[in-house]
């Protein structure tokens, strides 16, 4: 997965760092992941608690006396929100039973008393997914919103799905239609018209690339061709 998302930090990059962390004398370590991503599977999501006891086993391997007594490490989940002007920008994000299902799969993998595991409200999550990707249609569902009470949203104890999705339905907007629905790769979308220099084209071959797992090398090392050239004064890029 993290191919997928072009990451570009292989799992031995993790674990050397988390042992050099160790032998320095911290013991708390903190893993974030993403849920959710475009061609994901269960495995994908397991391979977060096979990952989290890799760490713990790391701790382990250093001697008694060169580490630091208490070992918690917190594995924290978020889900994934496609954008726009990304390669996922046409992705279907997942629905929140799936996210909750993904969920549950990874706290039951979990046993470690080591470990703690934390994740991002799904709610809130379908929400960003729905405004991420949203057109003027959803101008009045703020609106409704906030007539309904709604806002400090960011903060848990305000926040208020029921209302939220009040707003929706007053308003007879689908926020599927905008979250979970995959767009098919010659759909007009609502920022389609707004240039941001990189290209469609170049989007469509790295959401290609993505599903295949090929990795597009950093661009600093060779330009990738991806557009933003043309809006750069001289038509040269940085590394030009
Ligand atoms: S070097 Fe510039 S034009 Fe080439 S891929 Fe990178 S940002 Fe795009």
Known sequence: MRDVINKGVTEDDLIKSVRSAFELGWNNIKL???????????????????LAYKVVDEYF??????????????????SFVPKPFTPFQWFGQNTMDELYRKQRLLKEKIKSRFITYNWHETPISFLEGVFSRGDRRLTNVLIKAWELGCK??????????????????????????YATRERSLDEVL??????????????????????KGILTPDCRQ????????????GGKCFNE
């Not at 974030?32 to 096979?50: K, R």
């Open 222 to 233: 060779g330009c990738t061709g991806c557009g933003i050239t043309k809006l750069l004064k």
């Open 190 to 211: 609502p920022w389609d018209f707004i240039d941001v220099g990189v290209s469609k084209e170049y989007l469509i071959s790295e959401y290609k690339k993505a599903e």
């Open 32 to 50: 974030y992941f993403m849920i959710g991503l475009p061609f994901e599977e269960d495995e994908d999501v397991e391979g977060i608690a096979d």
């Open 152 to 177: 400090f949203d960011g903060w848990q104890e305000f926040f208020n799905y029921e209302k939220w999705m009040k707003a929706f339905e007053e308003c007879g907007v689908d926020p599927h239609f």
């Open 61 to 78: 391997k250093v001697p008694k006396d060169k580490r630091q007594k208490g070992l918690n490490v917190t594995v924290s989940t978020s």
